[in-house]
């Protein structure tokens, strides 16, 4: 899995989702806009994390295993069971001259 940008600056931080509460966009191919990169933290239980490149990258998500999603790329997850997990957006800045 691709690593966040050592330079990438957070923005902006969901709510905690549940496997009751979690938006059904997130279960489905969606991406982040332009310049806009994610990380997945699992508070607790399991995800799976799905890149939707060719051919698909899966990917298991827990407590010490974060997901990191990276611009305009197509995603999706699934929750295994009972889980809890929040998604953290982050921006780099652009260089200055």
Not at 26 to 44: P, Q
Not at 45 to 58: N, V
Request: no cysteine; hydrophobic share 35%.
């Amino acid at each position: 899995m691709t690593q966040l940008p050592s330079n990438a600056v957070p923005y902006l931080q969901t709510a905690i989702f549940t496997q009751d509460t979690i938006p059904s966009g997130l279960l489905r191919e969606h991406t982040t806009k332009a310049g806009t990169w994610g990380k997945i933290n699992v508070i607790s239980g399991k995800l799976h994390y799905q890149i939707l490149t060719t051919p698909p990258q899966t990917y298991l998500l827990t407590p010490t295993v974060a997901g990191i999603i990276e611009p305009q790329v197509p995603h999706q997850v699934e929750p295994l069971g009972e889980t809890s997990f929040y998604v953290e957006f982050y921006q780099i800045p652009e260089a200055v001259s």
